[in-house]
């Protein structure tokens, strides 16, 4: 995996806070070919998993993935709303 962050732990544009985000999924799930227009459910993610997707971006940007986003949107989605709850402007 390779992390392509490179601000402080809160730090990160949209863009960045999405690539990392499509990365971890793609890492949990084991599935290389994931996209940032799929849905993390859909990949066979379950709670279990997005519980370890969570304490991965606590662990990087002080917060977690809001679950309802993570479940029915797209990863890219995700990755926006965890960006817009993180970024420093």
Request: net charge neutral; glycine share 10%.
């Given at each position: 995996?390779?992390?392509?962050?490179?601000?402080?732990?809160?730090?990160?544009?949209t863009e960045e806070v999405q690539q990392l985000t499509l990365e971890w999924v793609?890492?949990?799930l084991e599935d290389p070919q994931a996209g940032p227009d799929d849905n993390f459910l859909d990949l066979g993610g379950?709670?279990?998993?997005a519980l370890q997707l969570s304490q991965r971006a606590k662990d990087r940007f002080g917060a977690e993935y809001d679950i309802k986003?993570?479940?029915e949107g797209s990863i890219a989605e995700?990755?926006?709303?965890?960006a817009?709850?993180?970024t420093i402007s």
């Open positions: 995996m390779s992390e392509t962050l490179s601000r402080g732990p809160k730090a990160g544009s793609a890492e949990l379950h709670s279990m998993l986003v993570l479940f995700a990755g926006a709303d965890l817009a709850r993180t």
